[in-house]
C-alpha cells in the first residue's frame, strides 16, 4: 500500500545530493509512523542510499498519533503537539529528527507528480484546491478551538479566564515571598534569644 510512497521518497533522495548523504548516514537504521486507531503504520529502513519498507525489523524510533494530529505536523511543522501528546515520539530522538530531515528534503512536490499525470494547468489547479482547503481546516480548527476556550472561560465558567490565572500566581508569588521574609524573621529571631 506504501510501496509508490516509498519509491516518490527514493526519487527526492536521488534527486539531492544532501538526502542521499543523510540516507547513507542513517543506514541500517530505521523509523516508523503509526496512525492511532487505524492499526495502520509504515516503517522506513534506510539501505545506502534509498528507503526501504520494512514490516520485519524493530524500530529505532517511532512518531504516533491520530492521522489529524500528524498531517497537521506534517503540514504545519506545529511542534506544540509533540508537548500536547496529540503527537508521541518513541525510542531515539536522534533517529527521529534525522529520519524528519530527510523527509523534509526528499519529500516528493505532489503537485509536480501530478503535472506528470494530467499537466501543468490541471496540477496547479489541484494544488491550489488542496493548499486552500488545508488552509481552511487549519483556519477552522483555530478558530473552533479559540471559540470554545472562550466559552469554557466566559459562558459556562468551567475554566478561568487567563487573567484570573494570572492574578492567583501573582498571588502565589506573592504569598511565598511573605513567607521566606517571615522565616528569615523567625531566624533572627531564634539566633538573637
Do not use: H, K
Amino acid at each position: 500500500m506504501f510501496g509508490p510512497l516509498a519509491s516518490l521518497l527514493n526519487r527526492g533522495i536521488r534527486r539531492s545530493t544532501d538526502a542521499t548523504r543523510r540516507c547513507r548516514e542513517l543506514d541500517g537504521r530505521s523509523f516508523r509512523i503509526e496512525l492511532d486507531g487505524l492499526d495502520l503504520g509504515l516503517t522506513l529502513l534506510a539501505r545506502e542510499e534509498q528507503v526501504e519498507l520494512a514490516d520485519d525489523v524493530t524500530p529505532d524510533a517511532t512518531l504516533a498519533g491520530s492521522p489529524g494530529a500528524l498531517l497537521r505536523l506534517g503540514m504545519s511543522g506545529d511542534e506544540s503537539l509533540l508537548r500536547s501528546r496529540a503527537v508521541r515520539i518513541s525510542g531515539d530522538p536522534l533517529v527521529a529528527r534525522d529520519f524528519r530531515d530527510l523527509i523534509a528534503i526528499a519529500a516528493p512536490d505532489f503537485e509536480e507528480e501530478l503535472a506528470r499525470l494530467v499537466g501543468d494547468v490541471a496540477a496547479r489547479q489541484v494544488g491550489n484546491f488542496v493548499r486552500g482547503l488545508g488552509g481552511w481546516g487549519l483556519d477552522a480548527a483555530d478558530r473552533l478551538s479559540r471559540t470554545t476556550a472562550e466559552y469554557l472561560q466566559e459562558e459556562s465558567r468551567d475554566l478561568p479566564a487567563r487573567a484570573e490565572v494570572e492574578a492567583f500566581l501573582d498571588a502565589v508569588d506573592q504569598l511565598a515571598e511573605d513567607m521566606a521574609r517571615l522565616e528569615a524573621r523567625l531566624q533572627r529571631l531564634e539566633q538573637a534569644g
